[in-house]
């Protein structure tokens, strides 16, 4: 009679919400991937416009143009820091969703430990029934080989 698991469904069950952790943790982290990238290109355009705003301060621009590019760079600086803050927050999802991916790993692994430890005892139980059957046998048959 072979094994037949008593947790397969437990374990199947366990598979999946790990899988579907993994998902979703993986999708976080392509959130948080493209929210750095957006990030990167808004410091990138910053620092350009600030290079611009020293380049047109040595070129004796007008008061207006000037006024124009502080209000553009606060408004700049506004948009990098929104963009700081998304990245804080995904960053605090990511590691949310990968705690929720570890634990799904867990317990996988405790129910995979439990079935493999049931299934050893159940060979164990299995070849201890085989060998007092065989003894059985052997001592029957010294029985008929003294008699």
């Given at each position: ?16 919400n790990e ?21 990167h290109l ?12 020293t ?19 606060e408004?700049?600086r ?9 990245v804080?927050?995904q960053?605090?999802?990511c ?16 129910v995979?430990?439990?079935e493999?430890k049931?299934k050893?005892?159940?060979l ?5 029934k085989?060998q ?7 001592g029957?048959?010294?029985l008929?080989?003294?008699?």
């Open positions: 009679m072979p094994y037949q698991s008593k947790l397969a469904a437990v374990l199947f069950q366990r598979k999946r899988e579907e952790a993994s998902r979703v943790f993986l999708t976080s982290k392509n959130i948080l991937i493209s929210e750095q990238e957006q990030l808004l410091d990138n355009k910053l620092q350009a416009t600030l290079d611009d705003l380049e047109k301060q040595a070129g004796g621009s007008t008061s207006y143009e000037m006024a124009l590019y502080f209000r553009f760079i408004m700049f506004g948009r990098v820091e929104a963009q700081r803050k998304a804080f927050n960053e605090h999802v590691e949310a969703k990968r705690a929720l991916l570890e634990i799904s790993v867990k317990e996988r692994k405790a995979e430990i439990i493999e049931r050893n005892e159940y164990k139980a299995v070849a201890k085989e007092a059957v065989l003894d059985e046998i052997g029957q048959l010294r008929r080989h003294h008699a």
